[in-house]
């Protein structure tokens, strides 16, 4: 998926949500995943630092703003709402943008991130962040612009893992897309907690639900 069609996406009106009479969701654990993600910041790389593609390029700068874009607005609404589930979600958000620079460092592709929160060098990505953390107005809204933010990121990985052939990348975007498994259980669980069924705006309601179970 292209940034632009993200960009376009997220410009619709919020319809993520509904009332019903779920019972509370307990915290989730993140314990095994933040594991894992240690282990990947702590892995070499093997593949031939020269063989990387342009599309394997261009998936690796537009992974690296998606994932810096995640963990920025997690921090904005934690700033705002002090809910569990955002600082939490951020911390592993820094991680996988950091997993995506040791590749961007390994392979010589210059870092797109800017250091400053909220601030990003490609400009579809910086109106998006404007647009995402305006949408979440409310503690609801911004839990489920959270869970929003993981379904792209859950359709980009899926789509930029068939698209390589380097085992480095694949490890990397395979640990990135179970974690954002976890986050979007995280976020629909803290909806349901708060009586809020949230619907997909990318992914299936099956695919949400197998996710979810």
Known sequence: MKTTNLF??????????????SVAATDPDFSSQASAEQQILN??????PTSITQAEREGLL???????????????FYNKYALRPFTNINKSEVQHSDAVLRLLTYFGI???????????????IQALYNKL?????????????????????????????TETQNAD??????????????????????????GVTY???????????AIIK
């Open 8 to 21: 376009l996406a997220a410009m619709l009106s919020l319809a993520f949500m509904s009332c019903n009479d």
């Open 43 to 48: 892995m070499d790389f093997t593949s031939d």
């Open 62 to 76: 537009l992974m690296r703003e998606e994932e810096k874009l995640a963990g920025d607005v997690y921090a904005y």
């Open 110 to 124: 210059p870092d797109p991130a800017l250091a400053e929160t909220g601030k990003f060098s490609n400009p579809d």
């Open 133 to 161: 953390t305006a949408d979440g107005s409310t503690a609801e809204n911004a839990l489920a612009v959270g869970a929003f933010i993981e379904e792209y990121d859950i359709a980009d990985l899926r789509k930029l893992i």
């Open 169 to 194: 990348i694949k490890m990397v975007y395979t640990n990135l897309l179970n974690g954002s498994y976890n986050h979007i259980k995280a976020f629909t669980k803290t909806l349901a907690a708060r």
């Open 199 to 209: 619907s997909p705006q990318i992914i299936s309601v099956d695919e949400l639900n």
